[in-house]
T-cell receptor, first 114, second 111 residues
Framework: KAGVTQTPRYLIKTRGQQVTLSCSPI?????VSWYQQTPGQGLQFLFE???????NKGNFPGRFSGRQFSNSRSEMNVSTLELGDSALYLC?????????????FGAGTRLSVL | SQQGEEDPQALSIQEGENATMNCSYK?????LQWYRQNSGRGLVHLIL?????REKHSGRLRVTLDTSKKSSSLLITASRAADTASYFC???????????FGTGTRLTVIP
């Protein structure tokens, strides 16, 4: 079974631009969660999608958004990038339909905002 | 914040020694999980312990949970250089719909 796939692995953007990250979960997993990881803040929960609906949301501004498609693939979008958005963005999928279940993580997308 | 805190923040040991890292959390939980992260990569699930369990083993890993103290510990026995990574606890807080990750312990095992 293929693992969680995130693309791209690395991104360099400038302030003010927008970016879209992609995540393909493990086949059969319907819950997809996104996390932001920075040295200062650790691993912060962004949001979770289940059956194409955002089910949970962390404490991030509206510039961070996402969606999920019928095949459970998910995208995350960040608009009007700020320097502080530089981070490793991790996607995780879980079986059983709960974001609290064991999470299977992708390798992440490293975003650098210049 | 419901986020857990790992202690110590960093740990350096010789190969073959045991490594112990601790996690403290703030609210009641249903279960607690431990994950490992190699540098700049995704996290890998190691072990899950439920709130009604006190100890759990998996290979060279031993996890304890003390719900009265709101703390957990992860023991890695006979460490290997390949165990070098960051280790995170994640809590399934009662009433919450997602996991809350701790700040992590960076373990370095010197060959």
């Amino acid at each position: 079974k293929a693992g969680v796939t995130q693309t791209p692995r690395y991104l360099i953007k400038t302030r003010g631009q927008q970016v879209t990250l992609s995540c393909s979960p493990i086949s059969g997993h319907r819950s997809v969660s996104w996390y932001q990881q920075t040295p200062g803040q650790g691993l912060q929960f962004l949001f979770e999608y289940f059956s194409e609906t955002q089910r949970n949301k962390g404490n991030f501004p509206g510039r961070f958004s996402g969606r999920q498609f019928s095949n459970s693939r998910s995208e995350m979008n960040v608009s009007t990038l700020e320097l502080g958005d530089s981070a490793l963005y991790l996607c995780a999928s879980s079986s059983g339909g709960l974001a609290k279940n064991i999470q299977y993580f992708g390798a992440g997308t490293r975003l650098s905002v210049l | 914040s419901q986020q857990g805190e790992e202690d110590p923040q960093a740990l350096s040991i010789q190969e073959g020694e045991n490594a112990t890292m601790n996690c403290s959390y703030k609210t009641s939980i249903n279960n607690l999980q431990w994950y490992r992260q190699n540098s700049g990569r995704g996290l890998v699930h190691l072990i899950l312990i439920r709130s009604n369990e006190r100890e759990k083993h998996s290979g060279r890993l031993r996890v304890t949970l003390d719900t009265s103290k709101k703390s957990s510990s992860l023991l890695i026995t006979a460490s290997r250089a390949a165990d070098t990574a960051s280790y995170f606890c994640a809590t399934d807080a009662a009433g919450a719909n997602n996991l809350f990750f701790g700040t992590g312990t960076r373990l370095t095992v010197i060959p």
